[in-house]
């Protein structure tokens, strides 16, 4: 060492001082280190994501919704009820909803489908309007099992999706076989009871109602629906949770173009028939394909 006057004070210069300041490594790597007396910080623990379970698939059906994305599905682009996007999975179920607001639409299977029995699981929010397309266009006309979960609406029965000559709707079983669409009658001359809703009417705590949906149906919960759907003049068969709700025969056949066979379809219905922030849950939605001269 040697001394060195600098600026007319003294200090001492050891050569080779910057080799302590390199100790720390050379690769000009940094290691985090906590201060005396801490703990290092950790990362958050993830949870791991939870399997939905296994849908119910009854014997001899097979599933047409994999539980995990749309395949074998698609949204129709020229529905009279809108092309809402809003068909998603989640969760192992498909979920539909009006988007934007008012604008509803049906979901597709890519295959077409003769005589069938469908089974479905779902779970809606009151106040919207789906239905069960069968024999349908790509456009959605077609024979449709009402799902229509609103007030005034009726679960089961069969309407013609801009269909001709559909007879009734056959909400009771034996209600509509063979019978031609007739003039509904005059309104009461007091206003109707409140709909009912799994047995309750809403807005009321007393029983009412005797649609046999209604004694079926389990309110805010998940609802088993079974369609026997045969022959070249449709004969329809509804169940509700292993309730029969609906047995209907058609006068004729009254499918688009007269055809025997067509694809299978879900409904979010457009316009005012819907609440904000609702939604539609299917979550198993199997087919067994029966003989082409099924009764």
């Known amino acids: 060492m040697r001394r060195i006057d600098f600026f007319g004070g003294p200090m001492v210069a050891a050569v080779g001082v910057c080799i302590a300041a390199l100790s720390a490594g050379t690769s000009g790597r940094q290691v985090a280190t906590a201060p005396a007396g801490q703990v290092a910080a950790q990362p958050p623990a993830v949870p791991k994501p939870i399997e939905p379970p296994s849908p119910f698939?009854?014997?001899?059906?097979?599933?047409?919704?994999?539980?995990?994305?749309?395949?074998?599905?698609?949204?129709?682009?020229?529905?009279?009820?809108?092309?809402?996007?809003?068909?998603?999975?989640?969760?192992?179920?498909?979920?539909?909803?009006?988007?934007?607001?008012?604008?509803?639409?049906?979901?597709?299977?890519?295959?077409?489908?003769?005589?069938?029995?469908?089974?479905v699981e779902v779970k809606p929010d009151y106040g919207c309007d789906s239905g069960l397309f069968l024999r349908s266009s790509e456009g959605g006309e077609a024979y449709q099992v009402t799902m229509d979960y609103l007030p005034g609406g009726g679960m089961g029965g069969i309407y013609g999706e801009r269909l001709t000559g559909v007879g009734g709707r056959g909400n009771a079983p034996g209600a509509g076989r063979g019978a031609a669409a007739t003039t509904p009658p005059a309104p009461?001359?007091?206003?109707?009871?409140?709909?009912?809703?799994?047995?309750?009417?809403?807005?009321?705590?007393?029983?009412?109602?005797?649609?046999?949906?209604?004694?079926?149906?389990?309110?805010?919960?998940?609802?088993?629906?079974?369609?026997?759907f045969v022959g070249e003049v449709p004969h329809i068969t509804v169940w509700i949770n292993d309730q029969q709700i609906t047995?209907?025969?058609?006068?004729?056949?009254?499918?688009?173009?007269?055809?025997?066979?067509?694809?299978i379809a879900i409904q979010v219905h457009g316009g005012n028939r819907w609440v904000p922030g609702g939604l539609w849950r299917w979550r198993t939605i199997a087919v067994k394909e029966l003989p082409a001269d099924a009764k």
């Open 247 to 263: 047995d209907f025969t058609d006068t004729a056949n009254h499918a688009a173009g007269g055809i025997t066979e067509g694809p």
């Open 57 to 119: 698939v009854p014997e001899g059906f097979t599933a047409i919704f994999n539980g995990r994305d749309l395949t074998g599905w698609h949204i129709s682009t020229t529905n009279h009820h809108g092309t809402t996007p809003a068909y998603r999975v989640l969760h192992g179920m498909i979920v539909g909803t009006q988007n934007p607001l008012g604008q509803g639409g049906i979901l597709l299977t890519d295959r077409k489908y003769r005589n069938l029995e469908l089974y």
């Open 188 to 228: 009461p001359a007091t206003p109707p009871p409140p709909p009912v809703v799994g047995g309750i009417p809403l807005g009321s705590t007393t029983s009412q109602g005797t649609a046999a949906w209604m004694k079926a149906w389990k309110r805010e919960d998940w609802n088993a629906v079974r369609v026997r």
